[in-house]
């Protein structure tokens, strides 16, 4: 079974953190690359963070400093820390993973206020 649940979004002041959490299958997670996407109104689907499993991370210019991806392997979840969240972050935010390249989640919404 296939299976991505992303949680953790909701409403948030500019400035503010929110932290997101994506369940992972384990045949989704366990030893593959696993990335977190967001899609804002009207705008294309961007990568945001990448981490692979040894640990190491990538970012996108527009969250450098800002967020942070990490994964608990004993969980096979796949989490991203974000902090000094700004209007422009308003989306819904998706984890993927490059061994399932079809296969996305529903998604968490992530409204920031100005």
């Known amino acids: 079974q296939v299976q991505l649940v992303e949680s953790g979004g909701g409403l948030v002041q500019a400035g503010g953190s929110l932290r997101l959490s994506c369940a992972a299958s384990?045949?989704?997670?366990?030893?593959?690359?696993m990335d977190w996407y967001r899609q804002a109104p009207g705008k294309q689907r961007e990568f945001i963070a990448r981490?692979?499993?040894?640990?190491?991370?990538n970012y996108a210019d527009s969250v450098k400093g800002r967020f942070t991806i990490s994964r608990d392997n004993a969980k096979s979840t796949v989490y991203l820390q974000m902090n000094s969240l700004k209007p422009e972050d308003t989306a819904v935010y998706y984890c993927?993973?490059?061994?399932?390249?079809?296969?996305w989640g529903q998604g968490t919404q992530v409204t920031v206020s100005s």
């Open positions: 993927h993973s490059l061994a399932f390249p079809l296969y």
């Open positions: 981490i692979r499993s040894g640990g190491s991370t």
């Open positions: 384990r045949n989704i997670f366990s030893g593959n690359v």
